[in-house]
């Protein structure tokens, strides 16, 4: 909560931990410290790297994994979306990936505040980042007050079925919407 009222601290970490099937016995250590609420993790194998989203810098960052797990800082390729984000996911079968963000801090912040009790709706919003334009922008894929579904804090997008997948962490509902192929370029 310090970190929602004070700004990015830089007080979390990524953790690579591995675990030796024989004794059962895990080694955990810090890939990545001094990340600003990192929440959102996703390894792409096709390409051997980690996403992963910031919540206060509003930034999703590519790292490459080097042998032993470690995530190569030096070589790491970040984008700044300009609001508070949350999980970030792959879309199956490619390298693109969307995040969850919330576009209105005001409302935001008294639901992460009281989350059992608050009343109000939070904003949401789904951007869709390409691999083919070297990820250099975002695209809406969907846009909501709240009205639709409040607070929701990750999303898959089906490509074959052309579907947005989405769900809450404070209110009960999935989310089903049909995206248009031409908003992100499949037609």
Same mark, same amino acid.
Not at 69 to 88: E, I, P, R
Not at 112 to 131: D, N, Q
Not at 152 to 167: D, F
């Given at each position: 909560?310090?970190?929602?009222?004070?700004?990015?601290?830089?007080?979390?970490?990524?953790?690579?931990?591995?675990?030796?099937?024989? !004794?059962?016995?895990?080694?955990?250590?810090?890939?990545?410290?001094?990340?600003?609420?990192?929440?959102?993790?996703?390894?792409?194998? !096709?390409?051997?790297?980690?996403?992963?989203?910031?919540?206060?810098?509003?930034?999703? %960052?590519?790292?490459?994994?080097?042998?032993?797990?470690?995530?190569?800082?030096?070589? !790491?390729?970040?984008?700044?979306?300009?609001?508070?984000?949350?999980?970030?996911?792959?879309? *199956?079968? %490619?390298?693109?990936?969307?995040?969850?963000?919330? *576009?209105?801090?005001?409302?935001?912040?008294?639901?992460?505040?009281?989350?059992?009790?608050?009343?109000?709706?939070?904003?949401?919003?789904?951007?869709?980042?390409?691999?083919?334009?070297? /990820? !250099?922008?975002?695209?809406?894929? /969907?846009?909501?007050?709240?009205?639709?579904?409040?607070?929701?804090?990750? /999303?898959?997008?089906?490509?074959?079925?052309?579907?947005?997948?989405?769900?809450?962490?404070? /209110?009960?509902?999935?989310?089903?919407?049909?995206?248009?192929?031409?908003?992100?370029?499949?037609?």
């Amino acid at each position: 909560m310090m970190e929602v009222l004070l700004g990015p601290l830089g007080t979390t970490n990524i953790v690579h931990c591995q675990l030796d099937p024989a !004794s059962l016995e895990s080694t955990c250590t810090s890939a990545v410290s001094k990340l600003a609420f990192a929440n959102g993790l996703e390894y792409i194998a !096709s390409t051997n790297e980690v996403i992963s989203a910031e919540t206060t810098r509003g930034r999703v %960052t590519r790292y490459p994994v080097l042998p032993g797990g470690k995530l190569d800082v030096a070589n !790491s390729h970040s984008l700044y979306f300009g609001m508070a984000l949350d999980n970030v996911r792959r879309v *199956p079968g %490619t390298r693109d990936f969307v995040v969850a963000t919330f *576009p209105d801090l005001e409302r935001l912040f008294p639901a992460l505040k009281s989350p059992a009790s608050y009343k109000g709706t939070v904003p949401a919003r789904a951007l869709y980042v390409r691999e083919s334009n070297d /990820y !250099s922008h975002e695209q809406v894929i /969907y846009n909501d007050d709240g009205q639709v579904l409040s607070f929701v804090t990750g /999303y898959l997008y089906a490509q074959g079925a052309g579907k947005l997948l989405g769900g809450s962490v404070l /209110y009960e509902g999935l989310l089903v919407c049909k995206v248009d192929p031409k908003v992100i370029g499949d037609a």
